[in-house]
């Protein structure tokens, strides 16, 4: 009897050693030019080193800013993942930023470190990265997406820009030629084609839609993927329902990089700009479809999360 005991046990540990871990915040810290930074992983559940994972990189509000280690998942994708990221298949970093910072300069090599080190800890594919932050987050992506062109296979911006429309130069985009005819067109000419799917609240008063409007436009005449989704009668805090949106998920999950010889998210290429656009993929037809038919299934909820392994998402993993 006790051999038999003995065996069980056994076989149940062998089980849950290969059912992989449950989801969960993981904090995480990294030193960079001699000082202390920190931040959160999300790992999703299910989380194995059998295979490679996407990842996804979260840029907070200016509202969350701190040294606290905990104010970055107070809104946008950390509290949605707590109530819906049951069945989501990508790894989350989120940095948090220090008080008075913004994303660029040095708080924006902290957080490219954060994902160089979350990808090598969490078996990350560097095919499949994603950027997408809110508010002073939104204008963050658009400074990672331009100072590092082809190192994401695409993003989602939400209530951000690049032009506050006050003119406070505290929140814009750093880079932009004072002499360029038309900031907006120049900035969709050196993201290096990534894929965005732009959000706004249409009352918005801290960054009106006319940011959105612009880079919309602007990445549409040169043909770029992009789409534009606009909240009537929301303001500012139009992240909740861009999370929520139906599809995102599946659309965002269907993009990857093209392999190359040396990945444009290479570790190298990470500590410093990319000085070329990398050849991209764009989402192959097959996989495009499946994650329209994914968005449309019934058996999404009612924010748009489909039940992944049911729906066998493995083929946009």
């Given at each position: 009897?006790?051999?038999?005991?003995v065996?069980?046990?056994?076989?149940?540990?062998?089980?849950?050693?290969?059912?992989?871990?449950?989801?969960?915040?993981?904090?995480?810290?990294?030193?960079?030019?001699?000082?202390?930074?920190?931040y959160?992983?999300?790992?999703?559940?299910?989380?194995?080193?059998?295979?490679?994972?996407?990842?996804?990189?979260?840029?907070?509000?200016?509202?969350?800013?701190?040294?606290?280690?905990?104010?970055q998942?107070?809104?946008?994708?950390?509290?949605?993942?707590r109530?819906?990221?049951?069945?989501?298949?990508a790894?989350?970093?989120?940095?948090?930023?220090?008080?008075?910072s913004?994303?660029?300069?040095?708080?924006?090599?902290?957080?490219?470190?954060?994902?160089?080190?979350?990808?090598?800890?969490?078996?990350?594919?560097?095919?499949?990265?994603?950027?997408?932050?809110?508010?002073?987050?939104?204008?963050?992506?658009?400074?990672?997406?331009?100072?590092?062109?082809?190192?994401?296979?695409?993003?989602?911006?939400?209530?951000?820009?690049?032009?506050?429309p006050?003119?406070?130069?505290?929140?814009?985009?750093?880079?932009?030629?004072?002499?360029?005819?038309?900031?907006?067109?120049?900035m969709?000419?050196?993201?290096?084609?990534?894929?965005?799917?732009?959000?706004?609240?249409?009352?918005?008063?801290?960054?009106p839609?006319?940011?959105?409007?612009?880079?919309?436009?602007?990445?549409?005449?040169?043909?770029?993927?992009?789409?534009?989704?606009?909240?009537?009668?929301?303001?500012?805090?139009?992240w909740?329902?861009?999370?929520?949106?139906?599809?995102?998920?599946?659309?965002?999950?269907?993009?990857?990089?093209?392999?190359?010889?040396?990945?444009?998210?290479?570790?190298?290429?990470?500590?410093?700009?990319?000085?070329a656009?990398?050849?991209?993929?764009?989402?192959?037809?097959?996989?495009?479809?499946?994650?329209?038919?994914?968005?449309?299934?019934?058996?999404?909820?009612?924010?748009?999360?489909?039940?992944?392994?049911?729906?066998r998402?493995?083929?946009?993993?």
């Amino acid at each position: 009897m006790r051999q038999i005991i003995v065996l069980l046990l056994l076989m149940a540990a062998s089980l849950v050693s290969h059912a992989g871990e449950p989801a969960r915040f993981v904090a995480h810290s990294l030193d960079l030019h001699g000082k202390s930074w920190h931040y959160q992983v999300y790992v999703p559940d299910g989380w194995t080193a059998k295979r490679t994972w996407p990842v996804v990189l979260f840029l907070h509000g200016s509202g969350e800013r701190g040294g606290d280690n905990r104010s970055q998942l107070s809104q946008g994708l950390p509290p949605w993942l707590r109530q819906h990221g049951k069945d989501f298949p990508a790894v989350v970093v989120i940095p948090q930023a220090p008080p008075d910072s913004v994303w660029n300069g040095e708080t924006e090599q902290m957080a490219l470190q954060a994902l160089e080190d979350s990808i090598a800890n969490y078996r990350g594919d560097r095919r499949r990265l994603y950027l997408t932050g809110l508010s002073m987050g939104g204008y963050g992506a658009w400074q990672v997406a331009v100072d590092h062109p082809g190192m994401f296979a695409a993003a989602a911006i939400i209530c951000g820009g690049i032009r506050h429309p006050g003119d406070d130069d505290w929140l814009h985009v750093r880079g932009i030629p004072a002499d360029a005819a038309d900031p907006y067109a120049w900035m969709a000419a050196h993201i290096g084609g990534l894929p965005v799917w732009i959000f706004n609240g249409a009352i918005d008063d801290v960054v009106p839609p006319e940011e959105s409007h612009r880079m919309h436009a602007a990445l549409k005449a040169r043909g770029s993927e992009v789409r534009y989704t606009e909240f009537p009668g929301v303001g500012h805090g139009s992240w909740d329902a861009a999370y929520a949106t139906r599809g995102l998920w599946p659309w965002m999950f269907a993009h990857r990089l093209a392999p190359s010889r040396q990945s444009p998210a290479s570790p190298a290429s990470i500590r410093s700009a990319i000085a070329a656009p990398a050849t991209r993929q764009p989402a192959d037809v097959d996989a495009q479809h499946h994650a329209e038919q994914l968005a449309q299934h019934p058996r999404a909820d009612a924010v748009g999360v489909v039940h992944l392994g049911e729906l066998r998402l493995e083929q946009l993993q």
